[in-house]
């Protein structure tokens, strides 16, 4: 079955203390793409990435990393949390064709993050 | 800048009746536009996207570009419409850049009994 997966779903840390959420995608896409949700604004792009070893910035990256290290796996790192980065976040990994009309996201269950 | 806005964060219809989500987009490109969808406790899926103009679960949407518009509409909302729904714009012809995909920031869907 074709998913994004996404770990842990939940999340509860303490400001600074340095953490990761994985997602993982079983469909071969290049692309990839982190968003935080938060209540009124939508989703925000953090980072994107368009294929292996190539990542950039989104629409709210400070305060975020990540690495494509290999396709499957785009993990998203926090290394300072602040209470800020309290949001729920989801993962996407993107189906298109460059130059077509065919663009289809593709969403992990999301990770919701409390930083106190 | 791609910018995609939803100026009702919350609609609240009687079943039966008509439902239209509102989208209005700004690029200058070639966009290619979606609605996404959130159901309770689910992940985000993809509901319709422009260049199919398809009907799915009754809701159709049509591209205005001369109004820059992608408005949601269902004739006879269903109680299992209430959900979260989003609008969403991209660049099919971004080569470097990589896909940027950029949501509205959604429209909460209540259809009450």
């Known amino acids: 079955e074709a998913q994004v997966t996404q770990n842990p779903r939940y999340l509860i840390t303490v400001t600074g203390k340095k953490l990761t959420v994985t997602c993982s995608q079983n469909?071969?896409?290049?692309?990839m793409s982190w968003y935080r949700q938060d209540p009124g604004l939508g989703l925000r792009q953090i980072y994107y990435s368009m294929n292996v070893e190539v990542t950039d910035k989104g629409d709210v990256p400070e305060g975020y990393k990540v690495s494509r290290k290999e396709k499957r796996n785009f993990p998203l790192i926090l290394e300072s949390p602040s209470p800020n980065q309290t949001s729920l976040y989801f993962c996407?990994?993107?189906?298109?064709?460059?130059?077509?009309?065919?663009?289809?996201?593709?969403f992990g269950q999301g990770t919701r993050l409390t930083v106190v | 800048a791609q910018r995609v806005t939803q100026p009702e964060k919350l609609l609240s219809v009687f079943k039966g009746a008509p439902v239209e989500l509102k989208c209005n987009y700004s690029y200058s490109g070639s966009p290619e536009l979606f609605w996404y969808v959130q159901y309770s406790r689910q992940r985000l899926q993809l509901l319709l996207r422009?260049?199919s103009r398809e009907s799915i679960k009754g809701f159709t949407a049509d591209l205005n570009k001369g109004e820059t518009s992608f408005h949601l509409k269902k004739p006879f909302a269903q109680e299992e419409d209430s959900a979260m729904y989003y609008c969403a714009l991209s660049d099919h012809r971004i080569k470097a850049a990589g896909n940027k995909l950029t949501f509205g920031g959604g429209t909460r869907v209540l259809v009450k009994p």
């Open positions: 469909m071969n896409h290049e692309y």
């Open positions: 422009h260049i």
């Open positions: 996407a990994s993107i189906y298109r064709v460059r130059g077509k009309m065919n663009t289809e996201a593709f």
